[in-house]
């Protein structure tokens, strides 16, 4: 029943402006970098925050959820793990309170201003998983040469690919997609040389 909250009722998929939490209840759901965040930073801002984790251990960045431990231990917000937040309730249409289910059954239902849901993307494939194309954990595998795949004339950058080693940086995808620009012009023309320009030298080029 998410929708019923949307639009100013007391359900952000987002924190557009902090100050509008200030003095406020907030329950955070989720386990990744921006749930860790947020809670971090809410903890000043918020009257009384809660992260709710259906896990025991968090996918973020380990400084954060220490953070949040820290914060934890030390009274100023509310850890519960392996569990999910079941159900709203509301009064004249506005949220009022959440049911916190544990993984063990136990329910409990807290006083709340906002509920605050920040689960991440899990990415598709989509069509393109039709392919024929050599997957692994639904991620496309690729040369590391110049990023082809199994599929001639197809090449896969960025978090859709898979191989030894894989990190899911922007920095890495920059890397990715040079190697990639290079093979695929020998594919396209594979009677021409390819030149590699500086930009030290050469300049910016120009549309």
């Keep these: 029943n998410l ?15 902090p100050e509008h939490l200030r003095d406020k209840k907030i329950v955070i759901a ?38 949040v431990k820290t914060l934890h231990e030390a009274g100023k917000i509310k850890l519960v793990l ?4 079941t159900h709203l309730h509301s009064e ?8 916190i289910t544990g ?8 006083p709340v201003d906002a509920f605050v849901p920040l689960f991440g993307l899990t990415p598709k494939l989509g069509p393109i998983g039709d392919w024929g194309l050599e997957l692994e954990n639904d991620a496309v595998v690729v040369n590391t040469v110049d990023y082809s795949t199994s599929l001639p004339g197809v090449y896969a950058i960025g978090d859709i ?3 030894p080693g894989k990190l899911k940086l922007i920095l890495c ?8 620009c290079q093979g695929a012009f020998k594919y396209i023309y594979p009677d021409k040389k390819y030149t590699l320009k500086y930009t030290t030298v050469n300049g910016v080029p120009t549309l």
Excluded at 103 to 110: D, L, R, S
């Design 3 to 17: 929708e019923r909250f949307e639009g100013g009722k007391g359900v952000h998929y987002m924190v557009r402006d």
């Design 30 to 67: 989720g386990g990744g970098d921006s749930a860790l965040d947020w809670t971090n930073f809410l903890a000043n801002v918020a009257a009384d925050v809660t992260l709710v984790h259906r896990g025991t251990t968090f996918r973020g960045a380990a400084d954060s959820a220490e953070k």
């Design 82 to 85: 392996s569990s999910n937040v």
């Design 92 to 99: 004249d249409d506005m949220l009022q309170q959440v049911t």
């Design 103 to 110: 993984n063990n059954g136990e329910a409990e239902t807290v």
């Design 161 to 163: 690919n898979t191989y």
């Design 173 to 180: 995808g920059f890397h990715e997609a040079a190697l990639m």
